[in-house]
């Protein structure tokens, strides 16, 4: 597949009023938006760092796969997932499941920002949740 850049590192915390606090005022960084994303039961938050954004996901539901990832980590957050940008989605999901890839969105959904995502199963990708995605708008 051809992937131009890492779009952005996602990150669970339990609390993004406790968290952006921490990446403005230590980091320095700037938090330009926060959204809600009912679909995957998450509030983002993001910032940017020369090309790259920070993520960082609050469960809005116990239901939540952040939910249950913060629970795994003993109620904190952490690293959880990276994405790498390309300009045809469906093309790289067809191109990973040729190579015996397990997918755990078939077809690009729609994520934060308007962007088309879909993420490849841990199991196949060496333990790194792995998010493609690519920017309608650009293309
Ligand atoms: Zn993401």
Known sequence: MK???IEHLGIATPSLEEAIPYYENVLGL???AIEEVADQKVKTAFFQIG???LELLEPTSPESAIAKF???????GGIHHIAFKTDDVAAA???????????IDKAPRKGAEGLNIA???P????????EICENPNEN
Not at 70 to 76: P, Q
Not at 93 to 103: H, R, T, Y
Not at 123 to 130: D, G, N, R
């Open 3 to 5: 992937l131009s850049q």
């Open 30 to 32: 700037k938090c330009f």
């Open 51 to 53: 090309e790259v954004k």
């Open 70 to 76: 913060i629970e795994k980590n003993g109620g904190r």
């Open 93 to 103: 999901l067809a191109d990973a499941s040729e190579k015996g890839i397990q997918l």
């Open 119 to 121: 993420f490849l199963h």
């Open 123 to 130: 199991k196949s990708t060496m333990s790194v949740l792995t």
